[in-house]
């Protein structure tokens, strides 16, 4: 398996709260994503980098910010987590702009209560 | 942007039988093709990948095939197995969607013993 490591694994937040999640690779590629996995919905992109400090946002980026001051870590964070935002996150990594595929992280299931 | 779209949302068949799922896409120079398999509670995992350059690819039991004129692109598990049970996403990428991976909504497959 692709080296990608999600952190935390599961996390029960309040609404209100900010709530950062991080997804740390040890393959040096450029590509990093976001997405959300809801049901009924697939996996919908909320941000993604194609390099350091160069982000972009996906098609569910309301409430979400990103960053990524170092190429092996790509961070997620919700800046006042809302119950619409309960639910599986998931992380891809991608090496280039290729026809190869993208390697996801172990997801993290966010509860916002 | 790039519009994947995937039927049906749910299969059910018997063990031995064939199971196929299909999916479209819009965007005409979207150029590579993956399908992932993901099980209850892990990761999505890639299982077989086509590129536009060929119109039919198959590994052991999987199969893909491309039909770039009507921009659509199937996949053929023969003999199922219970643990072909799983939820199974097209996805779509190619010059046009900034190396973004638009995904289709999922198909939940159950292989009945």
């Known amino acids: 398996d692709a080296g990608i490591t999600q952190s935390p694994r599961h996390k029960v937040t309040e609404t209100g709260t900010p709530v950062t999640l991080r997804c740390h690779q040890t393959?040096?590629?450029?590509?990093m994503y976001w997405y959300r996995q809801d049901p009924g919905h697939g996996l919908r992109l909320i941000h993604y980098?194609?390099?350091?400090?160069?982000?972009d946002k996906g098609e569910v980026s309301d409430g979400y910010s990103v960053s990524r001051s170092k190429t092996e870590d790509f961070l997620l964070t919700l800046e006042s987590a809302t119950s619409s935002q309960t639910s599986v996150y998931f992380c891809?990594?991608?090496?280039?702009?290729?026809?190869?595929?993208?390697?996801f992280g172990q997801g993290t299931r966010l509860t916002v209560v | 942007g790039e519009n994947v779209e995937q039927h049906p949302s749910t299969l059910s068949v018997q063990e031995g039988d064939s199971a196929v799922i299909k999916c479209t896409y819009s965007?005409?120079?979207?150029?590579?093709f993956p399908w992932y398999k993901q099980e209850l509670g892990k990761r999505p995992q890639l299982i077989i990948d086509?590129?536009?350059?060929?119109g039919e690819k198959k590994d052991q039991r999987i199969a893909v095939t491309l039909n770039k004129t009507a921009k659509h692109f199937s996949l053929h598990i023969t003999e199922t197995q219970p643990e072909d049970s799983a939820v199974y996403f097209c996805?779509?990428?190619?010059?046009?969607?900034?190396?973004?991976?638009?995904f289709g909504t999922g198909t939940s497959l159950t292989v009945i013993p």
């Open positions: 891809a990594i991608n090496a280039d702009r290729g026809l190869t595929e993208a390697f």
């Open positions: 393959e040096n590629h450029r590509y």
């Open positions: 980098s194609y390099g350091v400090k160069d982000t």
């Open positions: 965007d005409s120079a979207s150029n590579y």
């Open positions: 086509i590129r536009s350059n060929v």
């Open positions: 996805a779509a990428k190619g010059p046009n969607t900034g190396n973004q991976f638009y």
